[in-house]
């Protein structure tokens, strides 16, 4: 499943029952960070613009930002002889180790330099049980713990929801999901995200099941402003 083969709806208006979500703008997922998405920095300044099209027209902005105490379980560095992007399963880990990354309190867990969080309503931090990680900015990886962001939205009666930032094929990816699962209609802003792609192919495949699902997909030039 490749981005051009995805059907894109046209004429997009924003409203304030919509919500822009960005997800993890952080310097450890930028070229050069710990735990680099290529391309992770080229997609601020569209971010940026795309978020000042949700202050005019009242929508909702809010980041997530990935927010590990140092040695969380999803690090391989916590484990013998385990490398970064070995493949590890159990119950809140999984389905990938990583290279230590968003350390909370380093620069490394900080937004971008570049990234304007100025306009942002609120941002949900994730990943901050030790032994459970948190791709997804509604639920951590058990499946239970949710991180407040539902009853957020459902507060402001958000119905639809953005979805753009980092990495498309994990902390986006299952964000998206689960928001579908909430009961939320999903876009994902497929030109304002960019993937890590591991296994290979891991993107195609994610894509390929979003749109499956019934996620449906976006470009920012499509949005009415
Ligand atoms: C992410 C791996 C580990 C992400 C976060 O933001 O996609 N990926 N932690
Ligand atoms: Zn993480």
């Known amino acids: 499943m490749s981005i ?18 960005i997800v993890d703008m952080q310097n450890d997922f930028m070229p050069g960070g710990a735990l680099p998405v290529e391309e992770g920095d080229q997609i601020i300044d569209s971010i940026n613009q795309i978020s000042e099209i949700f202050k005019k027209k009242n929508g909702k902005i809010i980041l997530t930002q990935d927010w590990h105490p140092k040695g969380h379980k999803s690090f391989a560095s916590s484990y013998n002889n385990k490398n970064p992007g070995v493949e590890y399963h ?10 230590d990354h968003c350390v909370q309190g380093t620069k ?15 941002i949900i931090r994730k990943g901050f049980n030790p032994e459970v990680d948190s791709y997804s900015g509604f639920i951590e990886n058990d499946k239970k713990s949710e991180t407040g ?5 459902n507060s402001l009666k958000i119905k639809r929801i953005f979805i753009c930032g980092l990495a498309l094929d994990y902390c986006c990816y299952y964000t998206a999901l689960d928001g579908l699962d909430f009961g939320f ?25 979003m749109r499956n699902k019934g996620i449906k997909f976006a470009t920012k030039d499509k949005i009415i402003y």
């Not at 962001?149 to 939205?153: A, E, H, P, R």
């Open 4 to 21: 051009e083969k995805l059907y894109y709806k046209k004429n997009m208006h924003i409203g304030n029952t919509n919500a822009l979500l």
């Open 90 to 99: 159990s119950d809140g880990i999984g389905p990938v180790l990583w290279s």
């Open 185 to 209: 209609e999903i876009y994902f802003l497929v030109n304002l995200t960019r993937g890590i792609d591991l296994p290979p192919g891991n993107i195609s495949k994610s894509l390929q099941h």
């Open 149 to 153: 962001l539902k009853g957020y939205l």
């Open 108 to 122: 490394g867990a900080q937004f971008h330099d570049k990234l304007n969080t100025d306009l942002a309503h609120a």
